[in-house]
Protein backbone atom coordinates (compact mmCIF):
# COMPACT_ATOMS: atom_id res chain seq x y z
CA UNK A 1 0.00 0.00 0.00
CA UNK A 2 1.17 3.67 -0.65
CA UNK A 3 1.48 3.92 3.59
CA UNK A 4 3.51 0.69 3.73
CA UNK A 5 5.92 1.59 1.18
CA UNK A 6 5.84 5.66 2.19
CA UNK A 7 6.61 5.00 6.00
CA UNK A 8 8.89 1.78 5.67
CA UNK A 9 12.14 3.20 6.45
CA UNK A 10 10.83 4.98 9.57
CA UNK A 11 7.71 2.55 10.76
CA UNK A 12 8.57 -1.34 11.55
CA UNK A 13 5.06 -2.07 11.16
CA UNK A 14 4.70 -0.29 7.75
CA UNK A 15 7.73 -2.38 6.70
CA UNK A 16 6.05 -5.55 8.24
CA UNK A 17 2.91 -4.78 6.41
CA UNK A 18 4.57 -4.64 3.18
CA UNK A 19 6.91 -7.58 3.60
CA UNK A 20 3.54 -9.71 4.65
CA UNK A 21 1.70 -8.50 1.16
CA UNK A 22 4.37 -9.02 -0.32
CA UNK A 23 5.29 -12.78 1.26
CA UNK A 24 1.38 -13.30 0.28
CA UNK A 25 1.72 -12.48 -3.63
CA UNK A 26 4.93 -14.69 -3.78
CA UNK A 27 2.77 -17.57 -2.27
CA UNK A 28 0.16 -17.04 -4.98
CA UNK A 29 2.29 -16.49 -7.64
CA UNK A 30 4.77 -19.54 -6.77
CA UNK A 31 1.78 -22.07 -6.23
CA UNK A 32 0.47 -21.28 -9.61
CA UNK A 33 4.10 -22.05 -11.39
CA UNK A 34 4.66 -25.73 -12.10
CA UNK A 35 7.71 -27.43 -10.54
CA UNK A 36 6.89 -25.75 -7.30
CA UNK A 37 4.96 -28.11 -4.30
CA UNK A 38 2.61 -26.09 -2.08
CA UNK A 39 5.39 -26.80 0.65
CA UNK A 40 8.37 -25.08 -1.80
CA UNK A 41 6.01 -21.93 -2.43
CA UNK A 42 5.93 -21.57 1.24
CA UNK A 43 9.04 -21.89 2.06
CA UNK A 44 9.79 -19.67 -1.11
CA UNK A 45 7.52 -17.16 0.80
CA UNK A 46 8.47 -16.96 3.66
CA UNK A 47 12.56 -17.27 2.73
CA UNK A 48 12.07 -14.61 0.41
CA UNK A 49 9.97 -12.79 2.45
CA UNK A 50 12.49 -12.29 5.55
CA UNK A 51 15.24 -11.59 3.12
CA UNK A 52 13.23 -8.81 1.85
CA UNK A 53 12.66 -7.55 5.47
CA UNK A 54 15.86 -7.09 6.12
CA UNK A 55 17.14 -6.26 2.70
CA UNK A 56 14.18 -3.31 2.92
CA UNK A 57 15.22 -2.40 6.76
CA UNK A 58 18.37 -0.96 5.32
CA UNK A 59 17.92 -0.09 2.22
CA UNK A 60 14.60 2.16 2.78
CA UNK A 61 16.52 3.73 5.64
CA UNK A 62 19.65 4.94 3.73
CA UNK A 63 17.84 6.95 0.85
CA UNK A 64 15.82 8.51 3.59
CA UNK A 65 18.78 9.35 5.22
CA UNK A 66 20.13 11.08 2.13
CA UNK A 67 16.84 12.66 1.69
CA UNK A 68 16.92 14.24 4.94
CA UNK A 69 20.73 15.33 4.99
CA UNK A 70 19.64 16.96 1.78
CA UNK A 71 16.69 18.74 3.18
CA UNK A 72 19.08 20.00 6.13
CA UNK A 73 21.74 21.07 4.38
CA UNK A 74 19.39 23.05 1.82
CA UNK A 75 21.21 21.34 -0.92
CA UNK A 76 19.41 19.39 -3.87
CA UNK A 77 19.18 15.49 -3.60
CA UNK A 78 22.16 13.44 -4.60
CA UNK A 79 19.73 11.52 -6.79
CA UNK A 80 22.99 9.31 -8.47
CA UNK A 81 22.96 8.01 -4.19
CA UNK A 82 19.32 7.07 -3.91
CA UNK A 83 19.24 5.26 -7.44
CA UNK A 84 22.16 3.46 -6.38
CA UNK A 85 20.63 2.25 -3.15
CA UNK A 86 17.11 1.48 -5.62
CA UNK A 87 19.42 -0.42 -7.78
CA UNK A 88 21.29 -2.60 -5.70
CA UNK A 89 17.93 -3.01 -3.69
CA UNK A 90 16.34 -4.49 -6.77
CA UNK A 91 19.24 -6.48 -7.96
CA UNK A 92 19.57 -8.22 -4.63
CA UNK A 93 15.70 -9.39 -4.68
CA UNK A 94 16.27 -10.76 -7.57
CA UNK A 95 18.92 -12.60 -7.25
CA UNK A 96 17.81 -13.95 -3.84
CA UNK A 97 14.14 -14.98 -6.01
CA UNK A 98 16.22 -16.36 -8.88
CA UNK A 99 18.31 -18.66 -6.78
CA UNK A 100 15.65 -19.71 -4.00
CA UNK A 101 13.00 -20.38 -6.61
CA UNK A 102 16.06 -22.73 -8.28
CA UNK A 103 16.15 -24.03 -4.63
CA UNK A 104 12.02 -26.05 -4.54
CA UNK A 105 11.21 -25.66 -8.00
CA UNK A 106 11.20 -29.51 -8.51
Known amino acids: ?20 FYSLALLVFATLVPGFTFDGALL ?6 LAHFAIDAVT ?35 VLLLVTASWWLT
Open 1 to 20: SQWAATNKHHSWLALSHHVV
Open 60 to 94: SRLTSRFWRAAAEAGQPLNLRNVFHVIGTDQWVHT
Open 44 to 49: FAIVNG
